[in-house]
């Protein structure tokens, strides 16, 4: 059996001076999980526009070049054998009476009808495999997939499913927000039985599998046992680490990944592969009761016998299957869904492995292949038949294991990432299967990925050991050119040819070597945006969309959120820390030395902090002689650190206890630097 853990809600805010909470959480703890909901509701807004002034912002028409790639990715497409959309309206029970869902503020948590769209043929704007996958991504509402068995899909980017047990529920995958996870247990409760949760699982480490937890679960029924909350062993911890560190890089990316900024249509937003949408609303985190820890591992669940396959480090480096015996379901999670998935997803994150990913999906062939009869995953829609279950399992194994063999074989020739990318293709079966095409994922950035997991970022070609930075480079360039008019003419000449991909990196050389080159910011927002259009990965497409956009339109801008970060209360002081160290700036610490102790005095944790030669090393469980100590609950020291909850304030509120002299803890404070999330990515 798993661990028992206790259950971390929220009780740690509390400790919090209500006028400080929102001035310190978010500047924080505004990271990667949080965004789709945070932009969705935060009354995001435009800049009026940054001093290089954007081009107009009028999306263009697909060029004669587009249209005609587009016209002959039509021709090579798969027949249609209309599998897929009689899958996905199987079972159909019922959905939500309005378009759209709403958060409890009246503002709009999920809109069912944002796709109605998409419907007939392909426009000229849209990749049309893209759009026949966003077409079959239609079918939402509560659907049946075995007796006992239920999923509501698309009311948010991922799927919920529930498996009906003698006197309850058992949810796995909760969603993103309470709003959307609640309204689907309501419709589940009307339509089928209203009966409560016995127990939540959580498939893997990602929000939109967990965070909406609290619209089915009252965290009360958790922490008495009532309710048991289900997930893979070092769930919480990969739940932290991946938003921690990096968490604003990953979140900058991921507003062009994940295309939040563009408005739906033909020419904008056309899904993001997995799924049509994210859910926006009030976000949550209840962890884990137990762990499941290896695989052939079986919980009884009110009578109800689960058997857990353990598939860490694929798409998640926390994930699990779940086999159904009595219904003889797979539950996939997400390591095989309806579309290629990424080996490292380009909003940022630790790469994956495409090697254990061939290999568990083999592992799940042999322990369940010749008996499934339904798959479910936590995205998409299922499959049904033991002979189309094993062709798909068969075949999602077969490309992340093509993808892997054949990237390392060439990489062992001597070819370069960029190399194997270009010239890497599925064998023809696999590109004929609608289920492994490159919706989301694509082969080219995954054979890429599978060349840095096991060479690094130098590819061997030393004129790439040490190249210009991008500005200077972008200077060199056009001065080699003869100057920005000749950048200019050899710029339109790409365009004109279609070739989209020259014209963008000569446009980008522009910008960056002039971000007030109008002409080039001209050419490169519409470069990007024929490059989107072509696109068959959604996230591609957002990716070069998102460019072009904020290329005319400079980046978002005002930004405003209150209340604490979901994820606040499960992460140790010791992995603030870490992302505190990561803030120093060496410049105005120059040749500072300074220590001090640090006390939380909710989880009893000791710290002792040093800063020498610009690096502050953070050591738990040390304490510094003679230094003073700050003794306060985790989210006042955070404040005090950021410089959000003066000193001086927490010491007269009597909210923190300080033993010496405070200078150095406010010298340190002033050598800190948050992180923002506007930092520019299409001009220097």
Known sequence: MGANLIPMIGVEFLYLPKEFQGRILMPILSRATRFAAFLLCSGVAWANGPASAPVADVARDATPATKAVLEQAARDLPPEDGQDFEFAQRGFIATWPENVIRQANGKLSFDLS???????????????????????????????????????????????????????WIVVDPLTVSEVARAAFDLLKKHVADKPVV???????????????????????????????????GFVDEVVSEWMIAGTAMGRRAFYQFGYFLPRGPKGHTGMGMGTAIAAGQQGFIAPTIEIEQTGQSLKIDGVELIFQMVPETEAPAEFNIWIPHVKALLNSETATASLHN??????AKVRDAKAWAFYLTESLQLWGKKAEVLIASHHWPRYGNDVIRQHLSRQRDAYKFI????????????????????????????????????????????????????????????????HPPVERAKLLVEALGGAKAL??????????????????????????????????FLLADSYEQ???????????????????????????????T???????????????????????????????????????????????????????????????????????????????????????????????LVGDGAAIKQLTSFLSIPKLDFNIIEP
């Open 114 to 168: 944002g796709n109605d769209f998409i419907e007939g043929p392909a426009p000229s704007t849209v990749h049309p495999a893209l759009w026949r996958q966003n077409r079959v991504l239609r079918a939402e509402g509560l659907f049946q997939s075995a007796p006992g068995l239920y999923q509501v899909r698309n009311f948010d980017n991922s799927n919920v499913s529930f498996i009906e047990t003698p006197k309850g």
């Open 199 to 233: 127990a939540v699982i959580y498939t893997h480490s990602h929000s939109d599998h967990f965070a909406g937890a609290l619209g089915i679960v009252d965290p009360a029924d958790v922490a008495s046992g009532k309710v048991q909350v289900i997930a893979p062993k």
């Open 343 to 348: 080996v490292q997803t380009l909003r940022g």
């Open 404 to 467: 892997h063999d054949q990237s390392v074989r060439r990489m062992n020739l001597g070819q370069t990432p960029e190399e194997i990318a270009e010239n890497l293709r599925l064998p023809a079966a696999l590109q004929a299967d609608w289920g492994v095409r490159g919706y989301y994922g694509t082969v080219s950035h995954n054979a890429k990925a599978v060349y840095d997991r096991y060479m690094g970022w130098y590819d061997g070609v030393p004129a790439n050991l040490n190249p």
């Open 488 to 521: 200019h003419r050899v710029t339109r000449k790409a365009f004109k040819a279609g070739n989209y991909r020259w014209a963008a990196e000569l446009g980008q050389s522009g910008v960056f070597a002039d971000p007030t080159d109008s002409v080039s910011r």
């Open 531 to 561: 490059l989107g259009y072509q696109s068959e990965s959604a996230i591609w497409r957002n990716i070069y969309l998102t460019g072009a956009r904020e290329l005319r339109r400079g980046k978002p801008d005002g930004f405003a959120e």
């Open 563 to 657: 209340g604490p970060n979901y994820l606040m209360m499960a992460t140790p002081l010791a992995d603030f820390l870490d992302l505190v160290e990561t803030t120093l700036v060496p410049e105005k610490a120059g040749e500072t030395k300074l220590a001090f102790n640090l006390v939380d005095t909710i989880s009893g944790d000791r710290f002792a902090l040093t800063l020498e030669n610009a690096v502050l090393v953070s050591e738990k469980g040390q304490t510094v002689p003679g230094a003073p100590t700050l003794s306060a609950p985790k989210p006042i020291i955070l404040g005090v650190l950021f410089g959000q909850a003066p000193l001086d304030a927490m010491l007269a509120s009597g909210r923190v206890q």
